[in-house]
């Protein structure tokens, strides 16, 4: 157990809908990241959060995602009208930023299915 | 977008055997990581190398960096079955973001 908590751990849904998941990080660590991993692939980073501020989201992220870390603490990542392509695993890991970068602690990974 | 590939994509061993593998990477890195992932569950991290470091030791594992040819190597000594999985290299970038990126990994199948 990392301590990072996902959820949910499973969502199945249909094409056209919204899903939202969620990532408690370990609560003294405060980057945050939303990564997402499709079978036999490495994590893909989507976006992060220092603190509460969103520092980057990767160009390779449609309009219909969004992410939100409201005061530091859990965040939230939105896929909205969702597609095929969407299916994946969702993975949030979380690290202490300073001066000695540290590992980043991994939850378990929201798996995504869109039928 | 992705940095680091690994090399081989797909390695297959005995049990006792050493493991070997590679990452390259392709912008100036502050720090290089190697991540474990067993089948559907999420990453753990094995150990971290800086910049300024050359090789690095933690138990089984031996990592070397060579940011000349920005390239590592993770090398897993008398591989047990309990070893398969997927490994991935990690670094945190050193453009202005310092984001950790992911390598495209390498599946490691130990038989007993």
């Known amino acids: 157990d990392t301590g990072v908590s996902q959820n949910p751990r499973h969502k199945i849904t249909k094409r056209g809908q919204n899903v939202t998941f969620r990532c408690d990080p370990i609560?003294?660590?405060?980057?945050l990241y939303w990564y997402r991993q499709t079978l036999g692939q490495g994590p893909e980073f989507l976006t992060y959060f220092q603190n509460e501020a969103q520092l980057e989201k990767s160009r390779l992220l449609s309009d219909r995602f969004s992410a939100e870390r409201p005061k530091g603490s859990f965040s939230t990542l939105e896929i909205q009208r969702t597609e095929q392509g969407d299916s994946a695993m969702y993975l949030c890991?979380?690290?202490?930023?300073?001066?000695?970068?540290?590992?980043?602690?991994f939850g378990q990974g929201t798996r995504l299915t869109v039928v | 977008s992705q940095q680091g590939e690994e090399d081989p994509q797909a390695l297959s061993i005995q049990e006792g055997e050493n493991a070997t593998m590679n990452c390259s990477y392709k912008t100036s890195i502050n720090n290089l990581q190697w991540y474990r992932q067993n089948s559907g569950r999420g990453l753990v991290h094995l150990i971290l190398i800086r910049s300024n470091e050359r090789e690095k030791h933690s138990g089984r594992l031996r990592v070397t960096l060579d940011t000349s040819k920005k390239s590592s190597s993770l090398l897993i000594t008398a591989s047990r079955a309990a070893d398969t999985a997927s490994y991935f290299c990690a670094t945190i970038t050193m453009d202005s973001s310092y984001k950790l990126i992911f390598g495209s990994g390498t599946r490691l199948l130990v038989r007993p």
């Open positions: 890991a979380n690290s202490l930023w300073d001066s000695s970068n540290t590992e980043a602690f």
């Open positions: 609560s003294e660590h405060n980057r």
